[in-house]
């Protein structure tokens, strides 16, 4: 193609259409406009529906644990139905009553609000340093109002009466008004019964008009329905935990009508922001007319001011928490677009509508910007945030954020989870858009934020360590401050180190370095390929110091130099690729007294040991052990993995009463065929040990397992196991899962692993015939229990 007709193709010659982006933006401008028209025009049956989906979403609860009672759907929903409208009719006429008693007693508080009002302007009356100009004001008003009276020429003014209207068409008028609402609340009610009665049908057309991944569609409406409905109880909650205190209170100081405004109080708190302003005015003006003075009105502005404090700092933050995932900025953004579109109905509309729209935005990919835009989450996660303050030339900030997330966990945790990946981010934007300017200023802000850290948190005492460490930068400026936040997390750790800069790589900067008397040298790598370099690196300092031990340290490792002691090829004696992972290793390398003495002291705990008296031949007979392999056969489908164990402590052994296939006949078992194994050498040991759950994505990076019997026997890469707990939170087992092939949970499917685990506890302890506190009945083991298990 010729040069001129690619230029005219790239910016389009006058008369042809625009290019693609700016006609896919025009279309999606029309399209939002299209939807807001027709959410303005078709309000009129869009506020019943919605408001009807918001009754169902929660009702919903009820009408479902009266389905679990095997009651007929119809049944159900009508009883809840019907319940909840008793409530309402049995609330109106209470609040009717109040209502009629109130409009009684009215003209006797006549006199009294005239004379307040008598005095209060008795008072503004009297004169004041404004009283001049408001006469001046007034003076030059009337001489603008004096007109020129009407000369008799002009034509008079007529006045048409129009003719009286019959007593019909006058009734018609006053119901008319009335008879609107009521028509919208039957709509109401009958939309709720057919979204209760039919939820089913309603939900698969849902999921039929949201398409494509049917997992994902079936997230998005349980997100929404959950989300909805735990806001809308919560605000109930919310409300009443307001309009309750407010009747109360307005009760005690003398108030009449406080069951009324009570109840007005609690219902006008679904109106946002100004629903409490409204129903504010109805006993403050009552307080106002029914006290002779001036007590009354001050006890109930103080009373409403105490409540709102309460209500918005205390008893919101800990029922709302994060339920419906809004911004606070989305939050009045949506309130004044909702009303703006439906009126007042909107204000109430706007949160649940909007959570809906959020949910939406969250699972479906044409719309993920509406989560972006209203979502509570951070737009950006923290490495990126940090990253953007320091390109920005903002290290105070970025400094402030890396302390909010070390306040929330440990400094090695923030530079394991989060310092790398800034400095990974930085390594990739290096040769994209990275100018020179930008790559200074975030070597010269890391270089700040860790000066801030190492003065925040100073090391640790390390009397037990004598080895001495060096981190060495092994390539670029990345390098240098990669080692310097190891040694720093390392120092934190109680393992004394030292970092130094990227030495050339000359016979002369080398013997510069000082490494005599250094037992292991860290040297790190963010280069994806550094075979060529390390290799150098490596070959240089095994010359000056031969017995030098040498990590690499690798952010960017290739796989070549993980697998098959590949890192050997390059003369590196370990390879480590995170800070938790060197943490460890070097943990193991330089204090091996006190790691042994650690695994001999959790190996010795006494409640470890002994379990919580649970008898094993009630869980390894009958029933229970069909459930528990059921259970465990569930877990490795679930989570995809090829082993799942359930191991249960009694009396220093470990007893495996749940597996989801046929364990190696090596292990020892008791005369019923139970594999049993001295519980510090067991599958759940090291979920035992800590008393907590853990998950080890790759156990070659992580010698926490490295001597597990797992490891040993199937070569596993990938351990996670949960302690099973009984109800007063003793420990007496764990579940684990393992797998050949490294993987990684993310936060949803460890909640499912806990959900799990409390299953199985609740399947082991609720059988009467367990949990004696007897040993009595536990089977005799051979004489090979005691005997270590084969390597």
């Known amino acids: 193609m010729p040069q001129n007709s690619l230029h005219e193709g790239e910016n389009g010659p006058p008369g042809e259409s625009p290019p693609p982006d700016s006609v896919r933006f025009a279309a999606n401008l029309l399209s939002a406009a299209l939807i807001i028209a027709g959410l303005y025009y078709g309000r009129d049956v869009l506020i019943p529906l919605a408001f009807a989906f918001l009754i169902s979403f929660a009702l919903s609860p009820l009408v479902s644990w009266l389905d679990r009672l095997r009651l007929p759907r119809g049944v159900s929903v009508i009883g809840v139905m019907a319940v909840i409208t008793l409530l309402l009719a049995g609330l109106g006429l209470l609040l009717g009553t109040q209502l009629r008693s109130l409009g009684e007693q009215l003209p006797t508080y006549q006199s009294t609000m005239q004379t307040k009002v008598a005095d209060l302007r008795s008072r503004l009356n009297a004169p004041g340093a404004f009283d001049r100009a408001v006469d001046t004001i007034s003076s030059v008003r009337k001489q603008v109002e004096d007109v020129k009276p009407p000369s008799p020429d002009e034509p008079q003014r007529v006045a048409v009466v129009p003719a009286p209207e019959s007593a019909l068409k006058t009734a018609g008028a006053w119901v008319a008004p009335a008879l609107q609402p009521l028509a919208t609340m039957g709509i109401v009610l009958v939309f709720v019964f057919i979204a209760l009665y039919d939820r089913g049908d309603l939900r698969d057309r849902a999921l039929r008009m949201l398409g494509g991944d049917l997992h994902r569609s ?13 806001y809308l109880r919560m605000q109930l909650l919310v409300n009443a935990s307001y309009g309750i205190p407010m009747a109360l209170g307005l009760w005690l100081i003398g108030v009449p009508g406080a069951v009324l405004w009570g109840t007005v109080a609690a219902v006008m708190r679904f109106v946002p922001y100004v629903g409490p302003l409204i129903s504010a005015v109805f006993p403050l003006g009552l307080a106002f007319a029914v006290d002779p003075g001036w007590n009354m009105l001050l006890w109930t502005i103080a009373l409403i001011v105490v409540l709102e404090l309460i209500s918005n700092n205390v008893i919101e933050p800990m029922l709302y928490g994060t339920s419906t995932g809004l911004s606070a900025m989305s939050l009045i953004a949506a309130a004044t677009f909702w009303t703006v579109l439906w009126g ?8 649940p509508v909007t959570v809906c729209i959020l949910v939406i935005g969250r699972y479906l990919p044409q719309l993920r910007f509406f989560e972006t835009l209203l979502g509570s989450a951070p737009a950006l996660d923290t490495p990126t945030r940090i990253y953007q303050r320091l390109i920005a030339d903002d290290a105070d900030e970025a400094v402030e954020i890396a302390n909010a997330e070390i306040a929330e966990s440990s400094v090695t945790d923030f530079y394991h ?18 100018t020179a300017e930008h790559r200074w200023r975030v070597a010269s802000g890391m270089e700040k934020l860790l000066d801030d850290l190492r003065e925040e948190y100073p090391p640790q005492s390390a009397s037990d360590c ?3 460490i060096v981190c060495i930068g092994g390539k670029w400026e990345l390098d240098n401050l990669a080692c310097d936040m190891l040694a720093h997390a390392l120092e934190v750790s109680s393992i004394p180190a030292k970092s130094r800069r990227v030495p050339p790589m000359t016979s002369k900067a080398i013997e510069a370095l000082g490494l005599d008397g250094v037992d292991i040298v860290c040297v790190s790598y963010f280069t994806a390929k550094p075979q060529a370099p390390a290799r150098l690196f490596c070959r240089r300092l095994r010359h000056r110091w031969p017995r030098l031990r040498i990590m690499l340290v ?17 003369g590196a004696d370990e390879v480590v690729t995170s800070v938790n992972e060197a943490i460890l290793r070097l943990k193991a390398i330089a204090t091996p007294a006190a790691v042994d003495m650690k695994r001999e002291t959790d190996a010795r705990r006494p409640d470890l040991a002994r379990g919580v ?16 392999e059921g259970l465990a056969r569930r877990a490795a489908d679930v989570f995809d993995v090829g082993y799942a164990v359930i191991v249960v402590i009694s009396e220093g052994l470990e007893f495996v009463v749940g597996q989801n296939r046929q364990l190696p006949d090596s292990l020892p078992r008791t005369a019923k065929n139970t594999i049993v194994i001295p519980h510090n050498e067991g599958f759940g040991t090291p979920v035992l040990a800590q008393d907590a759950a853990l998950l080890v994505p790759d156990t070659e990076r992580d010698p926490r397992v490295a001597d597990h019997l797992a490891v040993r026997l199937w070569g596993i890469r990938f351990f996670a196991g949960v302690p099973l707990r009984t109800k007063d939170n003793q420990t007496f087992g764990a579940l684990c899962l393992f797998d050949k ?23 082991i302890t609720s059988d009467p015939a367990k949990g004696t506190g007897t040993f009595a009945k536990v089977d005799t083991v051979s004489a090979t229990v005691a005997q270590r298990v084969p390597e």
């Open 218 to 230: 079936t997230d998005a409406l349980e997100e929404a329905a959950t989300r909805i409905g735990k």
């Open 344 to 351: 007042p109905v909107g204000l109430i509309l706007s949160t």
């Open 417 to 434: 989870h989060t310092c790398i990946e800034v400095l990974r981010l930085a390594s990739r934007e290096y040769a994209r858009g990275a």
């Open 466 to 468: 004598a080895t001495a």
């Open 554 to 570: 690798l952010w960017n490792p290739p796989a070549e130099l993980l697998e098959n002691e590949g890192h050997k090829t390059v």
């Open 613 to 628: 008296g649970m008898d094993v031949s009630g869980i390894v007979d009958g029933e229970t052990r069909e459930t528990l």
């Open 741 to 763: 092939e490294p993987h990684v949970l993310d936060a949803r499917a460890t909640e499912l692993l806990d959900s799990l685990a409390l299953e199985v506890a609740a399947t």
